[in-house]
């Protein structure tokens, strides 16, 4: 019989909603003699406006006894912008080097999608999570007068790449249509985009059979709304990665079932996954939310610790829960975790 | 009785094809007393395979000396990624300090657009053109070893914001709707992202009468599938401007009729015109190129010049031809140049 010790961060708005939901249908799918432990942590507003912190040393310690965390999603309109981004959000997944940011994009029946017509989509972003623009590299001169210079560092290393390019490769040969498409900018960012596209050609002479392409950033835009279902794997950068899976989730359903994973692949820490979504302070507390983002992250949390069977299950019951949603009356966020709690229990 | 010095660089691919119909319909617009002189320059894939040169100092120098440019498509896959777009677009662009990137997105009656509906777009992006990660500061240690490190670095001024930032302003303040937002990524990038943002606010006390708001880089891309009709005017980076330009020519009836400006308002140095799409070179050659962004690109090219009669006929006759040719069948690049031509003239 296996356990599972399971950091949970519900944080701010409505992730405390869809977080509830989440455990609900992770409780329902786990095998009876799993053993389920969840420690609840209060990152986020409440925890900043009350202490001044986002994240110590010594919770990071504490966090990293456990085998997952799920997480809801943090920011407040009452915390300056960028503070819990970056000193909760970007500092766990710098320091648990969660370099796998996985992103899945699949258009289910039933889902809406901006898009006309009724595209094939079905692919994976793998986008690097502990380099390129992220690292908070660069500074300011001059500060708040008119001769002001600001800079922002791309840190971009071989190491960092080939790790990631590494697990995409290992991802795309395992699907059906094996297929990689790097993701860059590589006729303007010659010194970062040079040294991903010879680790992408280097790697892949390991996976003869994934086949390749490269696509620049910008025409990417345009495959994603015209041509989506030319896309298998994408591989790519920080940023360009921050932007490419919004758009992937917007036209492939919309955040509200957008589902993530910051994965540290070597299990040395602990991998974190998360609903796409932000807090949206906006609908909290009033039950809209669609926790289904917060359920398929769970999916994708079980299959990292092997519980593929189970991860299965729960993307089957959403599967067919979106599909009968369709059309149907609007559901609460509780309602729709019910529902789902059933279906992968039953 | 005035006159026009125009240079013109069809460049590669489908760069002739669509550059010669602009000309065509650049000449039935203008009065007949204003004198257009045009001068052609082999720029591109041609000039670079014969004498490894790109644009050198003497090129910018009989540049200089035009009232604008019309520019084609520069790219050919017989010269290394990045060769020509480095050594020949920006270079120019940065040389003759085109620091207003100027991109206009309207899904005119007729024409397809990927989003269901008929979403209602009409909105202009503002694109630093001079700055960001474009600068080509940045480089790699022990390269092609697997200790590669490489940076890019992105460069932002406040003297180089305040006047893009200025200039959109007016924009804004100019169109019915009056509205700004400004696209970044300042809860990440927070020494450029201050500074943009710092800026935005100052100039925005001269525009009481614009509405402005912000939105980071990864949300704009939800928006601009989801709801195309918020947006009025975008100010932006380089690079995000790349991005963001893609997806909206993609949206608003496909780069078959994106118009872009490389705009330097003091007229210290020529600005160009160029559609915004790339050399084509699987359809060069076959008459099929739809020149109707680089016709569009010309009525910008008037507007600049102070010719707005004759650049909204040209916009009207775009409009009246899509419109017709919508279901029709397919015509020839120099079709679609003459139907334009007589439109306009009579
Ligand atoms: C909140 C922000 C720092 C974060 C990011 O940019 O990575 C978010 O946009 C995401 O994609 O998870
Ligand atoms: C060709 C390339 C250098 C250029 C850019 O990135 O600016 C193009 O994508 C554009 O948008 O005009």
Chains 1, 2 share one sequence.
């Not at 969660?98 to 094939?120: E, W």
């Not at 692919?123 to 999570?129: A, K, L, P, S």
């Not at 009033?286 to 299950?313: C, F, I, M, N």
Request: hydrophobic share 40%; net charge negative.
């Amino acid at each position: 019989s296996r356990s599972i010790n399971l950091a949970v961060i519900p944080g701010d708005g409505i992730g405390q909603e869809v977080v509830a939901e989440g455990l609900k249908v992770l409780a329902a799918a786990l095998p009876q003699e799993t053993k389920l432990e969840t420690k609840e942590y209060d990152f986020g507003a409440k925890r900043y406006h009350a202490t001044g912190q986002t994240l110590t040393d010594a919770d990071l310690a504490e966090l990293k006894a456990h085998d997952a965390i799920l997480l809801g999603a943090i920011g407040d309109p009452s915390v300056p912008s960028g503070v819990l981004e970056r000193g909760f959000l970007l500092k766990l997944r710098f320091a648990f080097d969660h370099f796998v940011n996985l992103r899945p994009s699949k258009l289910l029946p039933g889902v809406g999608t901006p898009l006309a017509g009724s595209p094939d989509i079905d692919f994976v972003v793998v986008r690097e999570g502990t380099e390129g623009p992220y690292t908070g590299n660069g500074g300011a001169i001059r500060t708040g007068t008119p001769a002001e210079v600001a800079t922002e560092v791309s840190l971009n290393t071989a190491y960092g790449i080939e790790r990631v390019v590494r697990d995409a490769y290992a991802r795309a040969q395992a699907r059906p249509r094996k297929k990689l498409t790097l993701v860059h900018k590589n006729n303007v960012l010659v010194h970062a985009g040079g040294l991903w596209t010879r680790i992408f050609q280097e790697v892949g002479r390991e996976y003869p059979e994934v086949t390749t392409d490269y696509l620049h950033v910008d025409a990417t835009m345009i495959f994603l709304v015209t041509q989506p279902e030319r896309f298998d794997v994408i591989v790519t950068d920080n940023l360009f990665g921050d932007i490419v899976t919004d758009l992937a989730a917007a036209v492939s359903g919309g955040i509200g079932v957008a589902a993530s994973g910051n994965i540290n692949p070597s299990g040395e820490f602990p991998s974190m996954f998360e609903p796409v979504h932000g807090s949206a302070p906006d609908i909290a507390g009033q039950s809209k939310a669609d926790p289904t983002a917060t359920v398929l992250s769970v999916a994708l949390l079980l299959r990292h610790l092997g519980y593929d069977a189970e991860a299965d299950r729960i993307d089957a019951a959403v599967r067919t829960d979106l599909a009968e949603r369709a059309g149907g009356p609007a559901r609460s966020t509780v309602e729709i975790g019910d529902a789902l709690a059933a279906r992968v229990a039953g």
